[in-house]
């Protein structure tokens, strides 16, 4: 008979885990441990979900009973959410690429769970999670569609950008590079406008600032290539009140003014143009000034 060797005694090594698998099963053997008992060992994750839908199922046999706004409803309420709490937080975990806290997702989608609670019936004979799932998801898509936007776009623009995103993956697979424009437009059957305009939507989530340096091309930011103040804007205001005032003068009075100041003729033009003597003109003239700085509420 040949000698054992050590190798033949011992026990064969453990079986490897999976790549995909990111809890590995850590659970000690209760058949080697003699201080090990099933009362004793850790609850794995597959028997804390088990345990959370079993008592999810009591807590709603007993809420059904309950009148809404008393104490014992609000109890029984605030533990439903308090145990499913774990399904929120793998709902939230599908949005860790949209570089939003996840606090603020997990909040989110605790809105969606109490209005899941809020109408769940348990005589339908579907289970809560697959129930309350739905929405979860769609609580945290609508905060992300109305909420983070810092530019809100169309709801159909939204749609369409999705559906632009995902082409634009499955062609640079397929190409090995960047798709053109008229590459993704003829994937999905719409035009090269609607295409731009929908990339343009899928930067809305953040704003650039005015201050930033331009990507690529090393110009200066927006706010430094922007254009000077016109001086003639501070003009506007007071063209806009001088024709005010000037409707309230008489006609002549008006003409005037408008030979004098807008034609540049002279006190001798003007009575020649009007027929009339240049001290005539001259009081007019001075009579418009008096009626128009009393008129000025500004200088008043």
């Known amino acids: 008979m040949p000698a054992r060797t050590a190798s033949d005694t011992e026990p064969p090594p453990p079986a490897s885990v999976p790549d995909d698998d990111p809890t ?3 659970t000690p053997d209760i058949d080697t441990d003699p201080d090990i008992t099933p009362d004793t060992a850790p609850r794995t994750r597959e028997s804390r979900g088990a345990d959370a839908r079993a008592l ?4 709603f046999k007993e809420f059904a009973g309950l009148e809404p706004g008393t104490p014992e409803h609000a109890r029984v309420r605030a533990a439903l959410i308090e145990a499913n709490l774990p399904l929120v937080r793998y709902a939230a975990a599908r949005f860790r690429s949209r570089n939003e806290p996840m606090e603020d997702v997990i909040q989110v989608g605790t809105i969606g769970l109490i209005n899941a609670i809020d109408r769940f019936d348990p005589d339908r004979g579907v289970q809560f999670p697959t129930f309350a799932m739905p929405t979860v998801v ?6 992300f569609r109305d909420n983070v936007r810092t530019v809100h ?12 995103n995902g082409a634009t993956e499955d062609l640079t697979v397929l190409h090995g590079r960047s798709p053109t424009t008229a590459e993704i437009a003829e994937r999905l059957k719409i035009g090269e406008d609607e295409v731009l305009a929908c990339i343009e939507a899928g930067r809305s989530y953040h704003a650039t600032s005015l201050e930033a340096a331009q990507e690529g091309d090393g110009l200066p930011g927006l706010l430094d290539r922007l254009g000077y103040e016109d001086p003639a804007l501070a003009g506007v205001e007071h063209r806009d009140l001088v024709r005010h005032l000037l409707v309230q003068l008489p006609e002549r009075e008006q003409r005037i003014l408008l030979l004098r100041y807008y034609s540049n003729l002279t006190q001798s033009q003007i009575s020649a143009e009007l027929g009339v003597s240049q001290m005539h003109v001259s009081r007019l003239l001075s ?7 009393s008129a000025n509420r500004i200088d008043a």
């Open 24 to 26: 590995p099963d850590t």
């Open 56 to 59: 999810t199922q009591v807590l």
């Open 138 to 143: 769609g609580e945290i898509k609508r905060y």
């Open 153 to 164: 776009v169309p709801r159909r623009l939204h749609e369409l950008w999705v559906q632009v």
């Open 287 to 293: 009579r418009s000034f008096a009626r128009l700085r």
